[in-house]
């Protein structure tokens, strides 16, 4: 079984997702990545052993086990963008429904899908019926 190496954590770095047992962002080592750092570099700095892989890694790939639905206020590019490069599945709220729809709707059909939603909607977590 695979080692979880990445975690999201509301209580967290306000729920972004970071290497496991520390608050080292993803976004963080990308950019560190995408700034010329090796990933044995990147290794050595955060006190972390590279993984070698017996197969070559497919990014393209879906991950399977989820599919991660966007709300209304996260539909757009910027987050899609980098969702689809990175493989994972995803569906969008325009796809579905109008901006106005309320959040009952949308989450009747979130719960049927067994999708996980995400959201930058405070209020929907306090919402009372």
Request: aromatic share 8%.
């Amino acid at each position: 079984m695979p080692r979880v190496l990445v975690m999201i954590d509301p209580q967290v770095a306000f729920g972004m997702p970071v290497l496991v047992n520390s608050r080292i962002s993803t976004a963080f080592l990308l950019s560190r990545k995408k700034g010329g750092a090796s990933v044995r570099q990147l290794a050595a700095d955060y006190g972390r052993r590279r993984q070698r892989s017996k197969r070559r890694s497919n990014s393209n790939r879906l991950h399977k086990g989820f599919t991660l639905y966007l709300c209304n206020n996260l539909d757009y590019d910027g987050v899609v963008n980098p969702l689809q490069r990175g493989g994972i599945r995803f569906k969008r709220h325009r796809d579905y429904f109008s901006g106005d729809t309320p959040d009952t709707e949308l989450l009747k059909l979130v719960g049927k899908h067994r999708w996980i939603l995400l959201t930058f909607d405070q209020k929907t977590a306090h919402e009372k019926n």
